[in-house]
Each structure stands twice: as C-alpha cells, then as structure tokens.
C-alpha cells in the first residue's frame, strides 16, 4: 500500500484482470490540424475552442432545458452528436440495440437523478430522437468496454485522465483526456443545484454542488463495472451529478454503495468541510482511498499490486509499457509527488499542476488522445474553473452559483 494513503475496502475488494486497454477510447481520426507525432516534451499550442458557452438553466423547468441548450449551444451539441455515431459506426455498435441493453441502466438513472435525465429527455426532443438512444450515444466509455469484449481490431489509441482533490480547502479538479474529436464540443450547464460539464450532451463526468464537488476516471477492464441488468446499475453523468448534489464527502460514499457505473470508474470527491477522497466502484464494491494531504488518481486501480500485474500482461520494454499504458502510472506518481511536496493547496496550485507533463496530455507517439478540458472545482466558493484543452492554451473561465453565470 502507498505511503500517505488509508485504504478502506468497502464489500469485497476488486479482483479485475489489467488490460493493454483499459484506459483507452476509439479513436477515428485525429481532427484537422493536429500534429499526432510531434515531440513529447515540445508539443504545438492547440486549441480549438477558446470558450464554453454556459448554458444558465436557473429557474427553468427541465422540459425547456433541450431548448435553451440549442439555443445556446445548438453547434457543440449537433458536433458531439456526428462524433458518437461515427465512433459507433467504427467500433460496430447499434445505438438503438445498446438503447434496449441498457435499458434498466437508463430507468435506474431516471429515478436516482430525474433532472438529470430530464434534461437529456428535453434535449432529445429538440433534436427529434429518442432519448434512450441519446443516452446510449453518451455512453462511450461503455462503448470501449463492449469494443474490448469484441476484440474487434480498429485504430485505438491510448489516452487517460488524471483526477487531484486536497484536503482542508475543498479543491477538486480533473484533466479530462479524450481522442482529439471530442475537443471543441465542450458545454458547461449552469443548474439550481449544480454545474455540470458536458462534451455536446454526453456527462464530462466533473460537477460542482453546492457543497460537494466530483469529478472520475476511467477504470475500463482494471476493474469491472456492474452488470447493465443490475439494480444499482447507472449512467455515470447522472450518478456524478446526483453526487454533486450531496452534503458530505461521507454521503456521497454512502450513495455510492448503492449506485454504481455499469463501468469501471473512480470518483474524486471533495466538500466544503476540507473532506477528500477517491472511491474506486465496481461491481464487487468500493475502495475508498484518503490522504494526508489529498488524493491523486490516475487510469488504474489503487489496489495492492496493481501496476506490477498490469506491466506484465502489457509485456515489450519500459517505454512501450509506458505508452501503452497512457502513462498512468507516471501520471499517479507525478500527481503523488506534487501532493506530497507542495506547501500550497489551492485553486492555483491544482493548475499548475495539470498544465506540467506528463498530466497534461498533447498528441504523441502517433496518438490523438489529448487533454480536451482541464476543471479545477472549489468548494467552498462555489465555483467551476474550466479551461477548454489544456489551461496553460486556453485560460480558465469562471462559473460561479453566486454570479450571473
């Protein structure tokens, strides 16, 4: 077990097998412009969109929510929406079959967050679809684990996230690393009891409540999420935003016990109390990681054991597991050490942080994957800094519950 770190294994702890694939995504084609084999250490400023729009939903029933968003955000959201149906085309999924597999997971997420699926449901009327098929559109890290599952040979490239929460100043953030067609589709919703971030209308998986603030990794095959005709079984923008709308680090755990991805993924939890904690979910239960100063977490399990295992089914040499893997042990390390040393705790140290590599992502190695988006989230303030791409390129904007935005 890591120095620094008190584990709590909630039910049985995690068993899943590591895969060469557990952080990656489908990736097409890398859009225009992007240079996927340039230097790692000198990457070209990319950015595609300089601003979000914020859509405020404040005051406005959930049946008109679709309506606003098109009217503010119509282009992210027609963009995301030709991606999710070419990445399902490439991989070999039927967006209305996955619809009908899915759907207890879509009822289940109905009745844990209503609003949330409301939203959605609005949504796809303004776009004449149904919304069964626009929430498995969304779901594409559960497309990735069906295109593990088929073994289906297509271009995959290696990408992941990195998630950071300090203690005593409520601050959580995430870079949220994606292949480079989800860059430009970003959307930030501004609701009565939390702000959201969305790529088009798919969860980002990052929101900020009132007095909680979550953002999540993927986990993939490292551990597995659970079965879609479950129960407990949930989309995880709906169980990230009802997260968000808990008092407590301790309550969002406890809801966490009951709810569940049909994914492997870890939540990043912060409170306006200074409480922080990631909570690994899967379908044998959760692990529950706090730090002396705060948590880091990368693109696999923290569980004893975990790297060693995984560089062995990957095989090849050091730098190849290194790229193979998305550098997420590297990435873990990198964050660890910054939470060890660094003497500030803040919104400006979690910057800092994700603008340095190997946390913030560039194309390289022949990879599109990159940082798409960068959320620091302060709890105690009450708002949502977001920076489209990687923050160093594009500066944060702000989004406050105590503002006009």
Request: hydrophobic share 40%; proline share 3%; charged share 20%.
């Amino acid at each position: 077990m890591k120095r620094h770190l008190k584990q709590t294994v909630i039910a049985i702890a995690f068993s899943g097998v590591a895969s060469a694939m557990f952080a990656n995504a489908a990736s097409i084609e890398p859009v225009d412009g992007l240079n996927v084999n340039q230097p790692f250490y000198q990457p070209e400023a990319f950015v595609i969109q300089k601003q979000a729009p914020v859509v405020d939903l404040t005051g406005i029933p959930v049946e008109l929510h679709g309506q606003r968003i098109m009217s503010q955000a119509g282009k992210e959201v027609e963009l995301f929406l030709a991606n999710a149906r070419r990445k399902f085309e490439v991989i070999g999924l039927d967006p209305i079959e996955m619809s009908i597999e899915l759907t207890e997971v879509f009822k289940n997420s109905k009745k844990l967050n209503p609003e949330f699926i409301g939203t959605l449901e609005s949504l796809a009327q303004e776009l004449g679809i149904d919304a069964r098929e626009l929430f498995a559109l969304s779901q594409t890290d559960y497309a990735v684990v069906k295109l593990m599952e088929k073994g289906k040979k297509t271009e995959v490239k290696p990408g992941g996230c990195t998630s950071m929460a300090f203690n005593s100043s409520g601050v959580v953030g995430q870079t949220n690393d994606l292949a480079s067609l989800d860059y430009g589709s970003g959307i930030i919703l501004k609701k009565d009891q939390s702000i959201t971030t969305m790529t088009g209308f798919g969860p980002a998986g990052q929101s900020l409540g009132k007095r909680v603030g979550v953002v999540i990794n993927f986990l993939g095959a490292d551990t597995q999420g659970m079965d879609v005709s479950d129960s407990m079984a949930t989309g995880m923008g709906a169980l990230v935003d009802a997260l968000a709308k808990t008092r407590s680090v301790e309550e969002a755990v406890e809801l966490l016990t009951t709810n569940r991805t049909i994914v492997g993924m870890n939540f990043t939890i912060a409170d306006i109390d200074g409480n922080a904690a990631s909570v690994e979910v899967g379908r044998d239960g959760l692990l529950v990681t706090i730090g002396e100063k705060g948590v880091a977490h990368a693109n696999h399990s923290l569980r004893e054991g975990s790297e060693e295992s995984f560089r062995a089914n990957l095989g090849g040499n050091f730098k190849e597991q290194t790229i193979a893997s998305s550098y997420s042990f590297w990435r873990q390390e990198a964050a660890e050490t910054f939470l060890k040393h660094t003497p500030e705790i803040d919104v400006d140290a979690m910057k800092y942080i994700f603008n340095q590599k190997p946390i913030a992502q560039s194309a390289a190695y022949g990879s599109d994957f990159i940082t798409v988006n960068t959320v620091v989230l302060d709890t105690q303030s009450g708002c949502m800094n977001y920076a489209p791409g990687i923050g160093d390129w594009t500066g944060y904007q702000q989004v406050c519950f105590n503002s006009q935005h």
